[in-house]
Nanobody, 122 residues
Framework: VQLQAFGGGSVQAGGSLRLSCAAS????????MGWFRQAPGKEREFVAS????????YYADSLKGRFTISRDNAKSTVYLQMDSLKPEDTAVYYC????????????????WGQGTQFTVSS
């Protein structure tokens, strides 16, 4: 599956932003989808994941309550709604997919998009 993320840019602290990731090439509903991020000088970290039909979501503990993952299988798109943004949310955000496993396991993602950058200014 090919993935392309959209929606990066710049936002002020406290603001909101929604990222989108469009999938193509395979049956989207066969994949668990996830978002990861990599801040400057840091390792890539898990953000959120969602099950194949969207009934189960899973978040990094530090992001619960501010970030919401969702998907629209008819549009082959996964979204990440980010609210109450902080400067430390500045990163390159990647969407990812896996055909095996569960949304509650942040490991095993093997298809990756190119990443989209956004910056949160204070």
């Amino acid at each position: 599956v090919q993935l392309q993320a959209f929606g990066g840019g710049s936002v002020q602290a406290g603001g909101s932003l929604r990222l989108s990731c469009a999938a193509s090439g395979r049956t989207f509903s066969n994949y668990v989808m996830g978002w990861f991020r990599q801040a400057p000088g840091k390792e890539r970290e898990f953000v959120a994941s969602i099950s194949r039909i969207g009934g189960t979501t899973y978040y990094a503990d530090s992001l619960k309550g501010r970030f919401t993952i969702s998907r629209d299988n008819a549009k082959s798109t996964v979204y990440l709604q980010m609210d109450s943004l902080k400067p430390e949310d500045t990163a390159v955000y990647y969407c990812a997919a896996k055909s095996d496993g569960y949304a509650t396991n942040p490991l095993g993602f093997d298809s990756w998009g190119q990443g989209t950058q956004f910056t949160v200014s204070s």
